[in-house]
């Protein structure tokens, strides 16, 4: 079992006994959310909260067990990444923001 997968069965998004978990839209279309999660766990550009936690305060881009992507403040003591107070994720991986471009 991959750390995506323990995440989401600790998380209770996946129940121990399921191999998947689908979101069904209403035009029919499927989406596999445990295959999904650990495509962004492949990614190189995606750090796991488990395996490395942003700096106390430091901006990011971060997604949630739901597949949610939110810019915001990654607060410590909370483990949640919050956009003005706003909006709050709490996120399985997260990238520090990309360089601005210099021209």
Known sequence: MNKATEYLRRQKVIRPDCTTMIIN??????????EL??????????????????????????VDSDGDVETGI?????????????YTIIPTHWQPLPKPPTT
Request: glycine content about 4%; cysteine-free.
């Open 74 to 86: 990654w607060h410590k003591e909370r483990k949640d990444i919050d956009y003005y107070d706003s």
């Open 37 to 62: 999660l650990e495509e962004f766990a492949a990614q190189s550009d995606w750090i796991s909260v488990e395996d490395q936690e942003p700096e106390h305060e430091q901006v990011v881009i971060g």
């Open 25 to 34: 839209y209403d035009d029919g279309r499927e989406l596999d959310l445990k």
